[in-house]
Structure formats: structure tokens, C-alpha cells
């Protein structure tokens, strides 16, 4: 079942044309990532997807009507404690205070952040920070979540610890996940599915199943028949950008 498809999805600013016509889908469940050279349109197409651009030509089906999103930079607001940045969703969904600071608490908890609730976000390091943002967005939206490179930032063995964490999250909690990262590595170990974009404006993405089974274990990674899908989707990747 899908949670996610888009369909002849075209979008232009202005006089570029970013998107022209794509299809794609995500299933329930599922962990797909997108990679793609930089510039090529795909903060864009999670723009359209949370609504925060406006659909120009396609359509955009979702199976919930909410979905979580966290954006490049983890966007807390300088000014609100840890807990206020992760109850704000719950607010805009109008669920009670005392509802959304109970949920809150325990996802914070749950990701060993409870004793910085009241602090603020300049208070806290950032994968600390990251893990603040992936609260607010699992508060959006219990079903569907849109990362968008959210371990670009960090220090290598942070970016580690926290794919492992994302990993485990999306498994135990079910969750459909839309990932952009530039990290090829990371995208084979994370995800079901890779789309890689190929050309611009946008037509198709290239899909690719990764084939590894649950749970993942990072040493396959080094495996013969992941090391060579890994050099295609290079190869693809630089087709992209030419
Ligand atoms: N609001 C805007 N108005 C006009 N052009 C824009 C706007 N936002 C993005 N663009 C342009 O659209 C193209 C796609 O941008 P987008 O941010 O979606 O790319 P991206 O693939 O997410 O890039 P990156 O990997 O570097 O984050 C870029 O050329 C960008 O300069």
C-alpha cells in the first residue's frame, strides 16, 4: 500500500523548470532515499509535498493528512525551550497543553533528552539538535516523515551513532521515510529504495532496490555486490551533474 505517490508532478520558478512530469511512490513502511547532484530540485520537491509550495501541474497523493518534516537545518526556534520547539505541531493541531507536554516529555525521554526540556536550543550540541528536530517532526506526523539531509552537518562519528539511532526508530516505530542525502553509503544502509535524479529538470529518477536484509548490519556494506552498486549509482550521480 502506498503512503506517499506523486504523479506528472511538474514545477518551474519562474523561468527554470525544476520538475517536469515526475512519477514516484513510497509504501507504508518503507525507507527511500533520493540523491541527486546539488541544485537539482529536491528540497524543492518536499517544499511541494508539505504544502509549503504551491502545486503547480501533477498531483500529490498522501495517505495521512499530515506529514512530518525536517528541513537542512534543524530550524529550532532561538527562542523556545527544547520542549516548546516540540510541542508546536501538537499545537497547530490544537491537542491540549497538557496532552502535548506529556507526549513530548516521553518522546524526549525516550531519546534520553528529558533534562534539557527546559533548556534552549543553543544549549545543546548538534546531534542533540537533530534529535530535538526528528522529535518535532515525528509530532507532525505519527505515519510520514521527510528528512532532508539531516546528518549533512555533523561530525563523522556522530553522523554514525545517529544513522543507527534513525535506523532503529524507523524499524520499531513502523514509520514511512523520505530521505535526501548526498551520502551514497548512507543511503544503501538506510534505505529499501534509492531514486537517483539523472538529469535536470527532473523527468524520472533512477530506482533501485538495495539488497540487503533487516536488520541491517554496517560491515555488509563492504560487500563485493554493495561495493559495485555503489560505483553505479556514482556513475548515475555524475550523469546527473553533467
Ligand atoms: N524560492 C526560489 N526561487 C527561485 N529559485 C529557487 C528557489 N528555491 C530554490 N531555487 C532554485 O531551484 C533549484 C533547486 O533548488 P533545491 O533547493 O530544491 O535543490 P536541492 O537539490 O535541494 O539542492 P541541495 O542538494 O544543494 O540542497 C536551485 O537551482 C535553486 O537555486
Not at 556522530?158 to 542525502?181: P, R, V
Not at 534505505?191 to 536484509?213: F, N
Request: proline share 4%; net charge neutral; charged share 25%.
Amino acid at each position: 500500500m502506498e503512503s506517499l505517490s506523486l504523479e506528472q508532478l511538474s514545477f518551474r520558478y519562474d523561468d527554470k523548470l525544476i520538475l517536469d512530469g515526475l512519477d514516484l511512490y513510497v509504501k507504508k513502511g518503507e525507507f527511500v532515499s533520493i540523491i541527486g547532484p546539488s541544485g537539482c530540485g529536491k528540497s524543492t520537491l518536499f517544499r511541494l509535498i508539505t504544502g509549503l509550495e504551491k502545486l503547480q501541474q501533477g498531483m500529490i497523493r498522501k495517505e495521512y493528512e499530515f506529514v512530518g518534516y525536517m528541513p537542512q537545518r534543524d530550524a529550532l526556534m532561538p527562542w523556545r525551550t527544547i520542549l516548546k520547539n516540540t510541542t508546536l505541531p501538537l499545537e497547530c493541531k490544537k491537542v491540549s497543553k497538557a496532552d502535548a507536554t506529556a507526549k513530548s516529555m516521553a518522546l524526549l525521554k525516550q531519546f534520553g533528552l528529558d533534562h534539557y526540556a527546559n533548556n534552549y536550543p543553543r544549549d545543546l550540541s548538534g546531534g542533540m539538535k537533530q534529535r530535538v528536530s526528528f522529535i518535532r517532526a515525528l509530532n507532525a506526523s505519527e505515519d510520514i516523515l521527510l528528512l532532508d539531509e539531516p546528518f549533512s552537518a555533523l561530525d563523522a562519528l556522530t553522523k554514525i551513532e545517529l544513522q543507527d539511532w534513525l535506523y532503529n526508530q524507523a524499524k520499531s516505530l513502523n514509520k514511512t521515510i523520505l530521505f535526501i542525502t548526498h551520502d551514497v553509503d548512507e543511503a544503501l544502509y538506510l534505505s529499501d529504495r534509492i531514486y537517483t535524479v539523472t538529469e535536470t529538470p527532473i523527468q524520472q529518477m533512477h530506482e533501485t532496490v538495495v539488497p540487503l536484509e533487516h536488520p541491517r548490519i554496517r560491515e555488509n556494506l563492504g560487500s563485493e555486490e554493495i561495493q559495485k552498486l555503489k560505483i553505479d549509482l556514482l556513475h548515475l550521480l555524475q550523469k546527473g551533474r553533467s
